[in-house]
C-alpha cells in the first residue's frame, strides 16, 4: 500500500469518526428529558448512535465505492479477482463486532443498573385479580433482587411516594394510599422519589412517558413496578402503550410534576373536593373513567363534544375479560 | 470449491441413471416427530410456569387424584413399547405371523388404556374450567389421547396390510418400522406426562 | 489474479439447445408433485396475498395520512393493521421465501430430481389457499383486531368468531411450514448428488437447512399456544385469562419462542439468496464462503434463545431481560460476518447492475439500518423507551421489506429466466428499483424519529405534533404501492411475450442454470454432473470451461436420445 493511500486511509478514518461524534450528539431525536434517569439513558443513546453511525458510514460507504470503483466496465467481459477468503480479515470482522457488542452489552448493563437497581420490576403474581397492598413484604422478597456480575448496584432506598395506578380501558386511575385520594390525573412531586404499584383491570396496558423514558406494562392479575424521580416542573402525557382494544391510541393521561407545595395543595384541595360533597369531584373518576379519560384527551387534541359522547358510548359498550 | 474438483467431479459416472432414490421416509417420520415433540415440549414448559410461579399447586381445591388407576395404565402403555419392539425383530426375520400376533396384542393394550383414561375421566370430581390445573390436565392427558388414538389406528392399518400376502418382508416394512417408532414417540411423553401431573 | 481477466464469458451450458418438454402450464393449476411447478404456485398464491397485506398497509397509512381517525375510524384500523402483518408474514414472506424459493431451488441446486416426499410437498402448499381463504373471509366476516401478536386478555375479548378465524388461519399455515421443514431437511441432507459433500453445496442450501430447523423446532410452541388460546376462546378455560387464574404473560413467552425465531426463517433464505446473485452479477467468488454457511447455522441456535426481546416490559424477571439483551445482541456478529463478506465479494469484482443486482445491493444497505437498529431495541434500557413505538415498526419494515422483500425481489429477476424461461425487461426493472427504493426510505425512514419522540404503534389517531412525518411517511406508502406496477406489468407481459432466456443467461455456475430454462421433468438431462464449484467464478481458463459445457452437451444428446420414442 502506498504511502498516499495510507494517508487516504487515515484521513477517512478520522471523519470518520467526527462524523460519528458528531451525529451521535446532534441527532435531535428524542424530546425533552424529565427525569432523573432520562440523561442516562440519553447518554447511552448518544453513544449507540455514534456507533450505529460509525457501522452505517462504513457498510454505505464500502458499498457505494465498490459500486462506483468495481462497474463493468464497457467491453470488458472478464470475470473478477477471483479471491475467495482471508483468515486474518474474518477474525478482524468477526472480533471488532464481537467487542462493540461486549461494551454495548455492558454499558446497557450498567445504565439499566442505574436506573432500576433498586425496583422490583419483575412484578408479581396476584392470586386473584383483586389489587393488593402488602408491597412492604414483597420488597424485601430476595426472588426479583438483581445480584449484578459486573457494577455495583445503586441502592436507591425506599420511595418518597407511592402511588397505585390502575390501567382499565380506556383510562388511567391514580390511587394515593397515604390519603386515600383517587384521581385521574397523577401529580407529583419535584424531586422526589416515586414508586408507582401497576395493575390493570381488564386487558394490558403499557405506562409510558416519552420524557421520562420510562415504560412498564401494566397487567392484570399482577403488579408491576416503576420507580423515578421527576426533575422538571411541568405536564406530561401518559401514555398507553400496549394495543389495548380499538381506543387504544386515544388512552391517554396527564402527568404534574408540581412543586412540593403546589404538590400539597392540590392534593389537600382534592380531598376537600372529594369530602363535604360526598366524593363528587375526585372520585368522578372511579365512577366514570371514560370521562376523565375524555377529558384530558379533550385538553390535548381539542376533540368536539360529539365525537366525545360517542367515544364514551363505544368504550362503554365494550365487554370486560372473563 | 476449486478448480480441481470439477474433473474429479466428471468421474462420476452415469451410474444412477434414473434409479428410485433411496428411502428416507424413516427419517422424515423422525423429523416429524421432533415437530411433535417441540408441540408437547411447549405445552410442558407452560405447565411447568404455571405450577412454578403459583403459590399453591395445584390451586387449593382441587381433588385429590386417584394414582392407582393411572399407575396400572402407565404401566400398560410402557409394557406396550416392548410388545410392539417384538413386532419389529419379527418382521425382520421375515415372520408375518409375529408381526401379526404382537401388533394385535399392542393395538389391545393401546385399546385398554384408553379406556382406562375414559374410565378415569369420568370419575374425576373436577371438569375442564374448574381452575388452571384441571384445564392443564384435560388438555395435556386430552392431547396425548388423541396422539394414543392416533397410534392405535395407525397400528390397526398395518396390521390390516399384513393380511396382504407378501406385503411385508424383512426387507421392505416402512409401515411397521413407522408405527413403532410412532408409538415410541407416544410412551416417551407419557412418561413425561405422568411425573408432570401425578407425581410432582 | 489477472491473468484470466480477459477470457471470454463464462459459458457452463450446451451450445445447442435441445429440450425435453417442461410442465405444461395447466399442471400449475393442479395438485402436481413436481417441485418446480410446485415452488411456482408457492410464489404466485403469495404474491397476491402480497398485494392484499400491501393494500391493508396502504389503507393503514391512508388513516395515518392525517392525526384525525377519519378514514377506517377505531375498530376497522385495528383489524386493518392485523390483517396487514399476518398476511404478509404468513401468507407472504414465510412461504414464499421457504415454499417458494426453497422448492423451487433447493433440488435444482443439489442436483437432486425432486424433493424427498414430493406427495407431502404438494399438501404442504395446498394448505396455504385454505389458511388464506380463511383470514379473507375474516376480512368481510368479523376482522381479529389484536394485532399479529394477539396477545390475550385482548384477543380473549376483540370478537370470537374472528379470533377463532386467525387462529384455525395459523395453524394451517404453521402446519404447511413444518411439514415443508420435514421435507426440506431430508432433501438437503439425504439427496445431495453422488459426490457433493455438504461444503459444496451452494449457501442458499445451508441457509434453508437453518430456516428449516428453526420451523421444524419453533412453530409447534406457537401451535400449542393458539391451541391453549383456542380452548380460553371457546372453551371457557383460562390458561391465559387472569380472572380465572391464568397467566397472560405464558403466552407471550410461547408466541415470541415461534415468533421471534420466526424472524430468521424470514430472512435467513434470503440470506442465502443474496449469497448466490452476488457473486454472479460481481463475477467473483463469494468471500469466506465457509464462514457465511456456518454464521446461518450460528444465527439459526441463537436466534432459539433471545424470544423474551420483544417482552422487556413485560415485567420480565431482571435476570431473563439481562441474558436475552446479551444473547440478542451477539446475534449481531455471525450477522456482520455475512454483511461483512458480501462486501469483499464486491471488492474487486466487476459489477453488472441488472435488476437482480440492484436490488441485492439495496438489501444489503437497507438490511443493515434494520440490523442497527435492532441493536439498539436489543438494550433493555434504550428498548423500554422505544418499545411498542413506531421506532420497532421502524425497525421491523427495514428488515422485511428492505430485507426480505428486497431479497425475495432480487430472487425474482435473478431467477425468473429459469422458471419461465424468458427474460424480464431490465429498463422496466430499474424504474422499479428506484421506485421501491425511494419509496421505502420516505415511508419508513421518519418512522425512527417518530418512535423515539413519544408516538406509540397501534393507534388510529395521534398527537397533531407528529402530522408532518406521518404525511411523509404516507406519501412515502402509496409510491410504494404504485412501485408494484412497473413489476407486476412486466412480469406478467415477460412471461407470456418476453425474449427467450437460454439455459444461463447470468453465466452462473450452480446447477440450476446447467439444465434447460425451464427444466424438464426431472429437471436433468441424464446424471447431472457437478462440474465446477457453485462460486468459481475466474477460477477456470477457456478451454476448461469449453470441455465443460462439450460434458454437458453430450450428456443432453444421450438423454434425448434416450427420452425420444416415449416422450412422442
Ligand atoms: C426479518 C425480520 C427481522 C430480523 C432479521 C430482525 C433482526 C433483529 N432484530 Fe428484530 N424484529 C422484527 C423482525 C426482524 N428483526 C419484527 C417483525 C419485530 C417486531 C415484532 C412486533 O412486535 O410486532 C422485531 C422486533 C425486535 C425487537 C423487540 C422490540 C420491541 O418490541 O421492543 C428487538 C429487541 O431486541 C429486535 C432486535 C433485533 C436484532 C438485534 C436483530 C439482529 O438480528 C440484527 C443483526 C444485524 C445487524 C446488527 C446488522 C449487520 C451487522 C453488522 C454490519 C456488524 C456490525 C454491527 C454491530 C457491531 C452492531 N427486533
Ligand atoms: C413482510 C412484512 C411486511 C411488509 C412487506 C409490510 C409492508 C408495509 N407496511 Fe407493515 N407491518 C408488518 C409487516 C410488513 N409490512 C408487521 C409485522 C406490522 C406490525 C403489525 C402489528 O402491530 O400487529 C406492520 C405494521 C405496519 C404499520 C403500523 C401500524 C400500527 O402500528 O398502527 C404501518 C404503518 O405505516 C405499516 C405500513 C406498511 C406499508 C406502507 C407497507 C408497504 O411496503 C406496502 C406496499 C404496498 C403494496 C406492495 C401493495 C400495492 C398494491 C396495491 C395497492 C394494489 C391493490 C391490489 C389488490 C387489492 C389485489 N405496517
Ligand atoms: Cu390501554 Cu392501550
Ligand atoms: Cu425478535
Request: net charge negative; charged share 10%.
Amino acid at each position: 500500500m502506498s504511502a498516499l493511500s495510507n494517508i487516504i486511509l487515515v484521513a477517512l478514518g478520522i471523519l470518520l469518526t467526527l462524523a460519528s461524534l458528531w451525529y451521535g450528539q446532534n441527532h435531535h431525536l428524542l424530546p425533552e428529558s424529565a427525569a432523573e434517569s432520562a440523561p442516562l439513558f440519553d447518554s447511552l443513546f448518544n453513544s449507540t448512535m455514534t456507533i450505529a453511525t460509525g457501522i452505517f458510514l462504513v457498510v454505505q460507504g464500502v458499498l457505494l465505492y465498490c459500486i462506483v470503483r468495481y462497474r463493468k466496465r464497457r467491453n470488458d467481459q472478464g470475470d473478477g479477482d477471483p479471491n475467495h477468503g482471508n483468515v486474518l480479515l474474518e477474525i478482524v470482522w468477526t472480533a471488532v463486532p464481537a467487542v462493540i457488542i461486549l461494551w454495548l452489552g455492558l454499558a446497557s448493563l450498567d445504565v439499566y443498573q442505574a436506573v432500576y437497581g433498586g425496583a422490583d420490576v419483575g412484578g408479581h403474581i396476584h392470586a386473584a385479580m383483586a389489587m393488593e397492598s402488602s408491597h412492604e413484604a414483597e420488597a424485601g422478597d430476595p426472588s426479583y433482587a438483581y445480584t449484578p456480575a459486573v457494577l455495583p448496584g445503586k441502592d436507591m432506598g425506599q420511595p418518597d411516594l407511592v402511588v397505585q395506578v390502575q390501567g382499565m380501558q380506556y383510562a388511567w386511575m391514580f390511587t394515593y394510599p397515604d390519603s386515600g385520594l383517587v384521581a385521574s390525573e397523577l401529580h407529583l412531586p419535584l424531586n422526589k422519589r416515586v414508586r408507582l404499584d401497576m395493575t390493570a383491570l381488564d386487558v394490558n396496558h403499557a405506562f409510558w412517558v416519552p420524557q421520562f423514558r420510562l415504560k412498564q406494562d401494566v397487567i392484570p392479575g399482577r403488579e408491576t413496578h416503576l420507580e423515578f424521580v421527576p426533575t422538571q416542573l411541568g405536564q406530561y402525557p401518559i401514555i398507553c402503550a400496549e394495543l389495548c382494544g380499538p381506543y387504544h391510541g386515544v388512552m391517554a393521561g396527564q402527568l404534574f410534576v408540581d412543586t412540593p407545595e403546589a404538590f400539597e395543595q392540590w392534593q389537600e384541595e382534592q380531598i376537600l373536593a372529594a369530602h363535604p360533597e360526598g366524593k363528587a369531584v375526585a372520585l368522578a373518576s372511579e365512577s366514570q373513567p371514560s370521562s376523565a379519560f375524555a377529558t384530558a384527551y379533550q385538553q390535548r387534541l381539542g376533540i368536539s363534544p360529539s365525537e366525545l359522547s360517542s367515544l364514551r358510548l363505544h368504550s362503554g359498550s365494550l365487554p370486560s375479560a372473563g | 470449491m476449486q478448480g480441481s474438483l470439477a474433473s474429479e467431479m466428471l468421474m462420476v459416472g452415469h451410474s444412477q441413471a434414473h434409479a428410485e432414490h433411496p428411502d428416507h421416509r424413516v427419517f422424515g417420520i423422525l423429523m416429524f416427530l421432533v415437530a411433535e415433540g417441540c408441540l408437547f415440549l411447549g405445552l410442558f414448559m407452560a405447565y411447568l410456569a404455571y405450577s412454578l410461579t403459583a403459590p399453591i399447586w395445584p390451586p387449593e381445591g382441587t381433588p385429590e387424584r386417584e394414582l392407582l388407576l393411572p399407575g396400572i395404565n402407565t404401566v400398560i402403555l410402557l409394557s406396550s413399547s416392548f410388545v410392539i419392539h417384538k413386532a419389529g425383530s419379527a418382521i425382520k426375520a421375515d415372520d408375518v405371523k409375529g408381526l401379526r400376533l404382537w401388533f394385535a396384542l399392542t393395538a389391545l393394550m393401546g385399546a385398554i388404556f384408553l379406556a382406562g383414561q375414559l374410565y378415569e375421566y369420568s370419575n374425576l370430581e373436577f371438569g375442564l374450567t374448574t381452575n388452571l390445573f384441571a384445564s392443564t390436565f384435560y388438555v395435556l392427558t386430552g392431547f396425548h389421547g388423541l396422539h394414543v388414538l392416533a397410534g392405535l389406528l395407525f397400528i390397526l392399518a398395518v396390521l390390516w396390510r399384513s393380511f396382504k400376502p407378501g406385503h411385508y418382508s424383512a426387507q421392505h416394512h416402512f409401515g411397521v418400522e413407522a408405527a413403532e417408532i410412532y408409538w415410541h414417540f407416544v410412551d416417551g411423553v407419557w412418561v413425561v406426562l405422568f411425573i408432570l401431573l401425578y407425581l410432582l | 489474479m489477472t491473468q484470466l481477466q480477459d477470457h471470454p464469458r463464462l459459458a457452463v451450458a450446451p451450445k445447442v439447445e435441445l429440450e425435453l418438454p417442461a410442465e405444461p402450464w395447466w399442471r400449475f393449476f393442479t395438485f402436481s408433485t413436481d417441485h418446480k411447478v410446485i415452488g411456482i404456485q408457492y410464489l404466485v398464491t403469495t404474491f397476491f396475498f402480497y398485494l392484499v397485506g400491501g393494500a391493508l398497509a396502504t389503507a393503514v397509512r391512508a388513516e395515518l395520512a392525517t392525526p384525525e381517525a377519519d378514514f377506517l375510524g377505531f375498530e376497522r384500523y385495528n383489524g386493518a393493521f392485523t390483517l396487514h402483518a399476518t398476511i404478509m408474514i404468513f401468507l407472504w414472506i414465510v412461504p414464499a421465501l421457504t415454499g417458494g424459493f426453497g422448492n423451487y431451488l433447493v433440488p435444482l441446486m443439489i442436483g437432486a430430481r425432486d424433493m424427498a416426499f414430493p406427495k407431502l410437498n404438494a399438501v404442504a402448499f395446498w394448505l396455504v389457499p385454505p389458511s388464506g381463504i380463511l383470514l379473507l373471509a375474516s376480512l368481510f366476516i368479523e376482522a381479529p383486531a389484536a394485532g399479529w401478536t394477539s396477545y390475550p386478555p385482548l384477543s380473549l375479548i376483540s370478537g370470537k368468531v374472528g379470533e377463532e378465524l386467525w387462529i384455525l388461519s395459523i395453524l394451517l399455515a404453521g402446519t404447511s411450514s413444518i411439514l415443508a421443514a420435514v421435507n426440506f431437511i431430508t432433501t438437503i441432507l439425504k439427496m445431495r448428488m453422488p459426490g457433493m459433500k455438504m461444503e459444496d453445496m451452494p449457501l442458499f442450501c445451508w441457509a434453508m437447512l437453518a430456516a428449516s430447523v428453526l420451523t421444524l423446532i419453533a412453530t409447534p410452541v406457537l401451535a400449542g399456544a393458539l391451541i391453549l388460546l383456542s380452548f380460553d376462546l371457546l372453551a371457557g378455560t383460562a390458561f391465559f385469562n387472569p380472572s380465572g387464574g391464568g397467566d397472560p404473560v405464558v403466552y407471550q413467552h410461547m408466541f415470541w419462542f415461534y415468533s421471534h425465531p420466526a424472524v430468521y426463517i424470514m430472512i435467513l433464505p434470503v440470506f442465502g439468496m443474496i449469497s448466490e446473485i452476488l457473486p454472479v452479477h460481481a463475477r467473483k467468488p463469494i468471500f469466506a464462503y465457509k464462514a457465511i454457511a456456518y454464521s446461518s447455522l450460528a444465527i439459526c441456535f441463537l436466534g432459539l434463545i433471545v424470544w423474551a426481546h420483544h417482552m422487556f416490559t413485560s415485567g420480565t424477571p431482571d435476570w431473563m431481560r439481562v441474558f436475552f439483551m446479551i444473547a440478542t445482541m451477539a446475534i449481531a456478529v455471525p450477522t456482520g460476518i455475512k454483511v461483512f463478506s458480501w462486501l469483499a465479494t464486491l471488492w474487486g469484482g466487476k459489477i453488472h447492475f441488472r435488476s437482480a443486482m440492484l436490488f441485492g445491493l439495496g438489501f444489503v444497505s437497507m438490511f443493515v439500518i434494520g440490523g442497527l437498529s435492532g441493536i439498539i431495541l436489543a438494550s433493555v434500557p434504550l428498548d423500554i423507551h422505544v418499545h411498542d413505538t413506531y421506532f420497532v415498526v421502524a425497525h421491523l419494515h427495514y428488515v422485511l421489506f428492505g430485507g426480505s422483500v428486497f431479497g425475495i425481489y432480487a430472487g425474482i429477476y435473478h431467477w425468473f429466466p429459469k422458471m419461465t424461461g424468458r427474460m424480464l425487461n431490465e429498463f422496466w426493472g430499474r424504474v422499479h428499483f428506484v421506485l421501491t427504493f425511494v419509496g421505502f426510505n420516505i415511508c419508513f425512514l421518519p418512522m425512527h424519529k417518530l418512535g423515539l419522540m413519544g408516538m406509540p404503534r397501534r393507534v388510529a389517531q395521534y398527537d397533531p405534533q407528529f402530522a408532518d412525518l406521518n404525511w411523509i411517511s404516507s406519501v412515502g406508502a402509496f409510491m410504494l404501492a404504485l412501485s408494484t406496477l412497473p413489476f407486476l406489468v412486466n412480469a406478467i407481459y415477460s412471461w407470456v411475450a418476453g425474449p427467450k432466456a437460454g439455459d444461463n443467461p447470468w453465466q452462473a455456475l450452480t446447477l440450476e442454470w446447467t439444465t434447460s430454462s425451464p427444466p424438464p421433468h426431472h429437471n436433468f438431462y441424464g446424471d447431472p454432473i457437478l462440474l465446477t464449484g457453485p462460486y468459481d467464478y475466474g477460477l477456470h481458463s477457456k478451454e476448461t470451461l469449453d470441455y465443460f459445457a462439450a460434458q454437458l452437451q453430450t450428456l443432453r444428446e444421450l438423454a434425448l436420445a434416450e427420452a425420444e420414442p416415449t416422450s412422442s
